[in-house]
Structures are given as C-alpha cells and as structure tokens.
C-alpha cells in the first residue's frame, strides 16, 4: 500500500511539475512576443522620424545595426536594407507586413525557419511621405526557447524529482502509519479515517468469530489429545499422501520409535511388508487387518481409509498390543494338550487294572495290590484336578478370593505340621526361622504357595538333607525364604521351571508323584499380591527360593 500511494503521488507530482513548464513557458513566450512587438513598433517610430529629417543618409550612417531595417517606397521597391543590397531584391509590396502599413499605417507579422528553429518578426511602419520602414529581428521558436533553457530546467527537474520523492515518500508513510498502528486485535480502539471505521468493525466482529473458533478448536484438541494420550492403543492419523497429521504415544511405544520431527511420511517408520501393505490398502480406500511383529510383542493394526465427500482424505491406523493374548492362546493350548497327556495317564493305568480284574485275569491274593494301584492313581488324579481347579482360579481371579489379615508366622508353622510326616519318612529335617508378621492377603492361596514351596524342598532334597524356612519382616515388604540341600536346578532350567508341567527331571518327577504345577501355582500367587519370585540354585547344592511380598 505505501509503494501505491508513493507511486501515486510522485507521479501526480510529476504531471503538476511538466504542467508548471509547460505553462511558464507558454506565458513566458507570450510576453515576450508582445513585448518584442512593442520594441519593434518604438524602434520603428524613431527611426522613421530620422528617415524623415535625414532620408538616406541617415540610414546609412547607422553602423551594424542589431535589427534589419528596410525602407520601401509606396510601390513596394527597396529603397534601403542594412543587410542586403537593394537592388537585388525583389518587390516587397506583396509582403503582409508591408501591406498593412500602407493600408493601416503599421503592419506585424513573423515567418518561421523550421530548419533552424527560428522566427523572424517584421513590424511595418508607413512614414509621412508614404514610404515604409520595416524592422525585423530574429527571435526563438517555442522549442528553441525550450532547449535554451535545457540545463537549468534539468537542474530544477532534478531538484523537483528529489524534493516529490522525499515528499511521496514522508507522506504515504504519513498516510499509512495510522494504518499501520491498527492493533488487529482490538481494532475497534484504532484511532484511524473515518473511511476506514466499517473495515474496522467487520474485522472486529470476524476476530470474534476467530477467536470463538479458536477457543472450540482448542477444546476438541485438549480433548482428542486427553483421549488419545491415555490410550494403550496406538493411533497414527494419516493425510491422502500418507504424511503424519497426528499420533499418540501408543503408537510410538507399540512401535518403538521416537517422536518424529516435522512431516514425515508414515512409512519412514515402519518399513516391514506387512505394514506397507496395510497402509497402502488403507490408501486405496480399503480396509485392512494385519498381525505383526514390532519389538518382540505382537500386534494387532487395524487399517481404515477416511473419506469426505466421496473423496479419500487420509487413512487412520490403530495398533492393539496383543502380545498377552497371543501368549495366553498359546499357554492354553499347551495347558490343554498338557492336562489331556497328564489326565491320560493315570487313567489309562486305572482303565488297565480294572480292565484285567474284570475280565477275571487277577487271583484272590492279587487284588489288594490291583486295588491299592488303581486308589494311588485315583489319588493323583484328584491331585492333579484340584491343582488345575486352583491354578484356573489364580488365572481367572475369581471371586472368594477376598484378601483377609492373616499370621504368617503361624501359617508356615501349620505347613510344617502337615509335611513333617512326609519329610521323616524321606529323612530330610525342617529348620524354621520367623518374626510375628501380620499380612494382608489371600489365605488359601499363601497357604497353598508355601505349602508347595515347602514340598518340592522335601520331594527334591537328599536322603538327611535340611529344608530351612525363614520370615522376615522388612519395613516395605516380606520375605518367604524356602531354602534346600538337594539336588538342585541347572542354569538353563532355571528360568522354566515355574511354567505349567515342566519338569527338570522327568524320571525323578514321576517317582515324587507331582502335577508339575506347584511352582507355576507359587508364581500366579505372587502375581495376585503383588510379589515377585528370586531363585537362585546350584546342581547337587540346593535351590533357595524367596517369596517377596509387598505389604
């Protein structure tokens, strides 16, 4: 805008500056053309009055005169000239100047010279005798008169183009600077033209509307982002060309990637086949369900184009973690093909012993033993279906689990009870360390976690082996500490034994009679408190493990 204004008024500048030649010249020209005239007319009138006193001889005794005089006769002849010589010039009767002042008594005109540019003024005068004295002189055309007058001119030219230039320039700044002090956020206060005040108001009344926008769009995006912060989902919002508009960080924790800086395209950060294929999809205007594999966990991503309008406008990518589920299939399907290989077992010997008694191939003395084997069987397999009830309900945390103050300084004293039988018979001796603690948990399940504890050091100890049982009350948490001289687990296994029906040594399992759950029965206890499990163990040395409980 002042570029404009600058513009504008240094050309009107300009035109009022050439107008302003153009007119005093004009007016310059036209005074001195009158007053040249003038000149003429009294330097006719005096050298008449000394042709009339001294004739001839008057005229020529004025030496190099600056004018050209000429005296003709009542016929038009050339009596006397100061330029020429008059014999050899023609009748001048015809001549305009001439003939008006024999006809009027005095006679102006002027003939241009355009080769040179120049003008000669005749002014006529008629003497008493008849005769006429014409004087002529040589003055500038308009155009000469210009170019004369060239170099001042330029200089005011000049002067006149440096003085518009600072003037333009001072007052387009002068005519903006109101406007440019407008404060847009308030420019209801502006204090600026009248012509500007309904531009004004409108702006105030759209920096309103802004402003209301504004405060909406924010509160969606406070929201969209409160929502999709909070999210284990990840989100990733996708332009038609497949740049990032928007992401979570779900998205960048399920990918294992950093914050992207700027706009990035979405396959800078993940190149695998199976999300390009997704995204493309996606892109394409289909939607889209892949499987993948980031990092070590599983994830389940969801492609789904977003159109408006009938045209595609981006796409929305959505990651769900479902590592735990993938695990959780997959310890079912071991757990069922587990249970059904343990289930079978015992049943088969049963099935097979009551096959043979029924078909009457046992004698008399016979069937006590068959009996006892078919009851042991019988046993394990109420053995092994309760500690699958038990593991199902650590699993599922099902209700009557309700937590309770219990003493376990007392609990492990009724474990011991129930166990000494079984360890005097394999001669192994119990060692018992505790402080009273009073803890707030499950009874049955802390029961049963240190029971198994306890039976495993018993069932995988030596012949006079020492099982050592130790309570301590620590200021944040509690420690169980089951500690055995017995065979020991190898550091490979170590890290496996508290899956479902593992067992270190299956042929030393079999001749202890256990489910193979005990310690995976420990473990999902501790994770229904909140503890966690330390094992530490050496072969032919002992295992010592220690239950921690946060109180």
């Not at 006809?103 to 006429?132: C, P």
């Not at 903006?176 to 502006?190: G, R, S, Y």
């Not at 009851?375 to 053995?383: G, P, T, V």
Request: proline share 3%; charged share 25%; with cysteine.
């Amino acid at each position: 805008m002042t570029k404009r204004i600058f513009r504008a008024i240094f050309g009107v500048a300009m035109v009022m500056m050439l107008s302003v030649v153009v007119l005093v010249l004009g007016m310059m020209y036209s005074y001195f053309s009158v007053q040249q005239q003038e000149d003429l007319r009294n330097q006719a009138v005096y050298i008449g009055a000394g042709v009339q006193k001294g004739g001839l001889a008057y005229l020529e005794q004025m030496q190099n005169p600056t004018d050209r005089i000429t005296w003709i006769d009542g016929n038009g002849v050339v009596l006397f000239d100061s330029k020429a010589n008059p014999n050899d010039m023609e009748n001048h009767k015809e001549r305009y100047e001439v003939s008006s002042a024999l006809t009027n008594g005095e006679g102006f005109s002027q003939r241009y010279s355009r080769t040179l540019s120049e003008k000669t003024v005749y002014f006529a005068l008629r003497l008493q005798d008849g005769t006429v004295i014409r004087i002529s002189t040589l003055t500038t055309t308009p155009l000469a008169l210009f170019f004369t007058m060239t170099q001042p001119l330029l200089l005011i030219l000049v002067a006149a183009i440096v003085f518009s230039v600072l003037l333009a320039f001072q007052t387009a700044k002068k005519i903006t600077k109101p406007i440019n002090d407008v404060d847009l956020e308030q420019p209801e206060l502006a204090v600026v033209y009248d012509e500007l005040t309904p531009l004004l108001r409108r702006i105030a009344v759209q920096n309103k509307q802004i402003h209301r926008q504004m405060r909406e769009l924010k509160c969606q995006k406070q929201e969209f982002d409160t929502i999709t912060s909070n999210m284990q989902e990840g989100l990733l919002v996708l332009d038609a060309q497949g740049d990032v508009l928007s992401y979570n960080m779900g998205a960048l924790h399920l990918m294992g990637i950093n914050a992207p800086r700027g706009h990035i395209s979405v396959f800078q950060l993940n190149r695998s086949e199976g999300f390009r294929r997704s995204v493309e999809s996606a892109l394409s205007g289909n939607h889209w369900e892949e499987k993948m594999q980031i990092g070590g966990r599983c994830c389940q991503l969801f492609a789904n184009p977003v159109v408006q309008e009938d045209d595609l406008a981006g796409a929305i990518l959505l990651f769900f973690d479902v590592t735990e589920r993938e695990e959780g299939e997959k310890i079912r399907r071991e757990f069922t093909a587990n249970v059904s290989h343990e289930l079978k077992t015992p049943l088969t010997s049963i099935s097979g012993f009551a096959e043979i008694m029924k078909n009457g191939m046992v004698q008399g003395e016979d069937v006590p033993r068959f009996a006892e084997k078919i009851y042991d069987e019988a046993q394990r397999l109420i053995l092994l279906v309760q500690d699958i009830i038990k593991l199902s309900k650590l699993d599922e945390k099902q209700n009557g689990m309700e937590k309770e103050t219990v003493d376990l300084a007392d609990l492990i004293q009724q474990v011991v009870k129930r166990l000494e039988p079984v360890a005097e018979n394999l001669g192994v001796i119990f060692s018992v360390s505790t402080v009273p603690v009073i803890f707030n948990g499950v009874k049955q399940v802390l029961q049963e976690m240190i029971y198994n504890l306890c039976d495993n050091a018993i069932q995988y100890n030596y012949e006079n082996g020492k099982v050592s049982i130790s309570l301590e009350d620590n200021e944040k948490e509690v420690a169980i500490t089951v500690a055995d001289t017995g065979m020991g687990i190898a550091t490979v296994n170590q890290s496996r034994v508290f899956e479902r029906f593992y067992r270190v040594n299956e042929s030393r399992s079999k001749e202890t009679e256990g489910t193979g759950l005990g310690l995976s029965i420990v473990k999902h206890g501790a994770i229904l408190h909140n503890g966690k499990i330390n094992l530490k163990s050496e072969l032919k040395k002992g295992t010592t493990i220690t239950l921690v409980l946060p109180k």
